[in-house]
């Protein structure tokens, strides 16, 4: 038991953070009242923050890199389970970045229609056990008549869920009259 310094009560360890710098290696200050002091003072504590990170540095990044070292292994493992529970948002966002970077995403798009196209291409897959990927039915940047001529919008209305085979067999080909039929 120890007692905290501001709230003047008498609690487990485990109730108060590390501080090295300390005889008994706690904080005086229970989680709680630091919680309370933090929420509180949002913006002094971000300032002190941001100021003790470009003050030490190079402590900061040690101290982070071997955290890392340590925990590798877990950290991969978070990373993994995270990445596989939240597929179709990743997917969502690689394509958004992708397509930003050809600059074909207009102001009008409903971001969640396209999330939702990026959904619904996962539950496929799942469903039928077969990869399926959400297709521009215009191409972002496609070939018609052998030349880059075509420039698709990264929008709803230009997305389509396709299996990947089918995908992957209409390459990056734009046939103004329907689909290419080899």
Known sequence: MK???????????D????????KDGLQVQC????KTYRDA????????SKRYHAENFDLVSAHKRKHYETN??????NRRAYFAANRSAFNARFAKRRAAQRQAIPGWADQTKIALAYEEA???TEFFG????VDHIIPIKGVFRGKHVVCGLHWEGNLQVLSSAENLRKKNI????GPMCN
């Open 31 to 34: 989680k709680d009242c630091n």
């Open 3 to 13: 007692r905290c310094c501001t709230c003047k009560l008498d609690k487990p360890l």
């Open 41 to 48: 003072n949002k913006e002094r504590a971000a300032q002190y």
């Open 130 to 133: 077969v990869p399926f990927h």
């Open 174 to 177: 734009w046939w103004p009259d």
């Open 122 to 124: 996962q539950f496929a």
């Open 72 to 77: 590798i292994e877990s950290i991969r493992e």
């Open 15 to 22: 109730r108060f953070g590390k501080d090295r710098s300390k």
